[in-house]
């Protein structure tokens, strides 16, 4: 039986609750579609940016970094611009770096928007299956109680069999959403790592060139 039709089954099988677990899955897989894609776009628009820049970076070229700003929309560009243009009122490193900090911190806000939500869907979704699994193991029971002696024990069973459905379905909804969850952090991280790592690359060079000024 393959999963999709494992699925089915359970929707048809398992009680109300199953229909809102399915909507929570619904929209973690719309969750975690929106934010992949978004994620790999920004990683990719980095990683052109980063390649452009990369030698003018270790030469603290910043005219450089600025035209190519000008060309194209990345990130990792907006967040040495930030420096760069607190270079013209300011010359200690600590404030440069504070200009960069805010603009990776303003993409952060963009880069993790929304992904925290599959944890929660997740832990909803094991909830929702476990809930209703108890309900449905109570409407059996009462069920079974008012009907024949004989017919008590596949009643039963068959009643159990239903309501773990919930429950199962809940185990399947939840597993990949934390996966999902996970695999949207490391992709995060590694966003976010890339902007601080060019924004010091940036301050060395700069700090390397001011270096070597004052000695000659």
Do not use: C, W
Not at 92 to 114: F, G, I, P, S, W
Request: proline share 2%; aromatic share 6%.
């Amino acid at each position: 039986m393959s999963l999709f039709d494992t699925i089915i089954r359970f929707l048809q099988d398992g009680g109300p609750f199953i229909y809102i677990i399915a909507l929570v899955l619904v929209i973690g897989l719309a969750i975690t579609i929106e934010r992949y894609l978004f994620l790999s776009s920004t990683h990719n628009a980095n990683k052109r940016a980063l390649v452009q820049i990369k030698s003018a970076l270790q030469k603290g070229d910043v005219e450089h970094i600025k035209s190519v700003a000008m060309q194209q929309q990345a990130p990792v560009l907006d967040v040495l611009q930030a420096g760069i243009s607190r270079m013209q009122q300011v010359k200690r490193r600590e404030d440069l770096e504070y200009a960069m900090e805010e603009t990776v911190m303003e993409y952060m806000l963009q880069l993790e928007k929304r992904t925290p939500l599959l944890a929660t869907l997740a832990n909803i979704a094991t909830l929702l299956g476990l809930l209703g699994t108890i309900m449905g193991l109570i409407a059996a029971f009462s069920a079974v109680a008012n009907a024949d002696p004989a017919e008590k024990a596949n009643l039963l069973s068959a009643s159990i069999s239903v309501a773990m459905n919930t429950t199962a379905f809940g185990l399947i909804t939840a597993i990949p959403l934390i996966l999902f969850h996970t695999n949207l952090q490391s992709r995060t991280a590694e966003i976010v790592d890339t902007l601080e790592m060019a924004g010091i690359k940036l301050l060395n060079a700069l700090s390397y060139g001011a270096a070597r000024d004052k000695k000659d």
